[in-house]
T-cell receptor, first 116, second 109 residues
Framework: AQTVTQSQPEMSVQEAETVTLSCTYD???????LFWYKQPPSRQMILVIR??????QNATENRFSVNFQKAAKSFSLKISDSQLGDAAMYFC?????????????FGPGTRLSVLP | EPEVTQTPSHQVTQMGQEVILRCVPI?????FYWYRQILGQKVEFLVS????????KSEIFDDQFSVERPDGSNFTLKIRSTKLEDSAMYFC???????FGSGTRLTVV
C-alpha cells in the first residue's frame, strides 16, 4: 500500500519570503500522480499543483512550484513571495495512474503560518 | 474550472438520525468519490462509484453508509443512525478526482 509522509507538522514564513514544504511517499508503482492541496480555515480542499510521475519537468503554477525527485520519492512544494492568504494547511497526496477507481492517499498535512 | 457542488454546506443532526449529503459532480464525469476528514486529521477515502456501482471502498465504509446516484446529476452519501464520531467534513470529487467539492460539515450532537 502507498503511504505519504509530511515530516513538518508546522512551518512559518515571513511575508514575501520563500518557504518549502516537504513530502515523501512510498510506492512500488511506476506511474502515478502527486498533488498539493491547500486547506484554508473554511476547510475547502483547493488544488494547488499537480505532477505526473512520467514527466521529468517540475510543475509550476504562478508562485507555486515543486521539486519532484522520483528516485528519492520526494515531492516538495516551494511557495515564493509568500502572501498572508497562503496561510493554511497543506496536504500532499498520491494517486495511482492505473485506474480512476483508485483513491487518493493523503499525508497528515503541514500547517503554514505567514508572518506579516 | 468546472465546479463540484455539495449541499448542504453545514448539517447538524441528532445522534441516531439519518443524513443525506448531496453532490453535483462535473457533468459527463463517470467516476465519483467520497472522502471524510475528521477535525484535525487527514483526509480519508470512503468510497468510489462507477457505472452505478461501488468500485472501491475503505474499511470505514461499513453498513452504516450507502451511496447512490438517484438521477442523472446528483450523487448522494447516506449515513444511517449517525454517531458522534461521524462528525467530520465530507468531500465529494468526480472523474479523475482532482477537484474536490467545497465539502459538507456534518455535526452530530
Amino acid at each position: 500500500a502507498q503511504t505519504v509522509t509530511q515530516s513538518q507538522p508546522e512551518m512559518s514564513v515571513q511575508e514575501a519570503e520563500t518557504v518549502t514544504l516537504s513530502c515523501t511517499y512510498d510506492t512500488s508503482e511506476s506511474d502515478y500522480y502527486l498533488f498539493w492541496y491547500k486547506q484554508p480555515p473554511s476547510r475547502q480542499m483547493i488544488l494547488v499543483i499537480r505532477q505526473e510521475a512520467y514527466k521529468q519537468q517540475n510543475a509550476t503554477e504562478n508562485r507555486f512550484s515543486v521539486n519532484f525527485q522520483k528516485a528519492a520519492k520526494s515531492f516538495s512544494l516551494k511557495i515564493s513571495d509568500s502572501q498572508l492568504g497562503d496561510a493554511a494547511m497543506y496536504f500532499c497526496a498520491y494517486r495511482s495512474a492505473y485506474n480512476y477507481g483508485q483513491n487518493f492517499v493523503f499525508g497528515p498535512g503541514t500547517r503554514l503560518s505567514v508572518l506579516p | 474550472e468546472p465546479e463540484v457542488t455539495q449541499t448542504p454546506s453545514h448539517q447538524v443532526t441528532q445522534m441516531g438520525q439519518e443524513v443525506i449529503l448531496r453532490c453535483v459532480p462535473i457533468s459527463n464525469h463517470l467516476y465519483f468519490y467520497w472522502y471524510r476528514q475528521i477535525l484535525g486529521q487527514k483526509v480519508e477515502f470512503l468510497v468510489s462509484f462507477y457505472n452505478n456501482e461501488i468500485s472501491e471502498k475503505s474499511e470505514i465504509f461499513d453498513d452504516q453508509f450507502s451511496v447512490e446516484r438517484p438521477d442523472g446529476s446528483n450523487f448522494t452519501l447516506k449515513i444511517r443512525s449517525t454517531k458522534l464520531e461521524d462528525s467530520a467534513m465530507y468531500f465529494c470529487a468526480s472523474a479523475r478526482g482532482y477537484t474536490f467539492g467545497s465539502g459538507t460539515r456534518l455535526t452530530v450532537v
